[in-house]
């Protein structure tokens, strides 16, 4: 079956700018992760989510991050006014249901802010 | 703080002979560990869990050790080829995930 996918890819943006990454997980996964991974560094977590409610936005480094899932299926991470230090890989995982089921990862979008 | 960590950076080893990749935890209360793998270019890829109830679990060409007494898990590959090339990361579940650093495998032909 197919796997957690995210789009764009590859995102390059001018710094200020605002940016939305996707991710669609699992079908019937009922938990959304968002991690950032800077290079050459593990994943960090950022926000959590069980169906349409962020049950854990910890992670998230500023106000100019924001994450929702509305339909508890699909989920955007927007990004707004893009700083330098923004530039990373951001991923996206989905579960069965909850934090202590096996996490699946898609590719990655990379965040290049010039 | 409480952290994953990873004794070594990297780790190069001879096709055919066997990996080990160690990892530290501080975190007492954690309860379940994964290990991950991950290629240039893509996410991370599940490779085997274990939960603290356990101290040793088998998977194909892969074992992962816990020994909770001294924090410390490892990952086994057995008969190590070149596409177990990679950055391997283990990671600490309690409210959430949380990842080490990450060993870079080699494998040299």
């Known amino acids: 079956g197919a796997g957690v996918s995210q789009s764009p890819r590859y995102k390059v943006a001018k710094r200020g700018q605002d940016v939305a990454l996707r991710c669609d997980p699992i079908s019937g996964h009922v938990s959304l992760f968002w991690y950032q991974q800077a290079l050459g560094q593990g994943p960090e977590f950022l926000t959590y989510?069980?169906?349409?409610?962020?049950?854990?936005k910890s992670g998230l480094p500023s106000d100019r991050f924001f994450a929702e899932r509305p339909e508890g299926s699909v989920s955007t991470l927007k990004i707004q006014r893009t700083q330098q230090e923004d530039s990373a890989v951001y991923l996206c995982?989905?579960?069965?249901?909850?934090?202590?089921?096996?996490?699946?990862f898609g590719p990655g979008t990379r965040l290049l802010v010039l | 703080g409480e952290s994953v960590g990873l004794h070594l950076p990297t780790l190069s080893v001879q096709e055919g002979d066997n990996s080990i990749i160690n990892c530290a935890y501080s975190n007492s209360a954690s309860d379940y560990f994964i290990w991950y793998k991950q290629e240039s270019g893509k996410g991370p890829q599940f490779i085997i869990d274990?939960?603290?109830?356990?101290d040793k679990r088998q998977g194909q060409r892969v074992t992962v050790l816990l020994n909770k007494t001294v924090k410390h898990l490892s990952l086994q590959i057995a008969a190590t080829q070149p596409g177990d090339s990679a950055v391997y990361f283990c990671a600490e579940n309690t409210d959430d995930m949380r990842f080490g650093a990450g060993t870079r495998l080699t494998v040299k032909p």
């Open positions: 989510f069980q169906n349409e409610a962020q049950l854990d």
């Open positions: 274990i939960r603290s109830n356990m």
């Open positions: 995982a989905s579960s069965l249901a909850g934090t202590q089921e096996t996490q699946y």
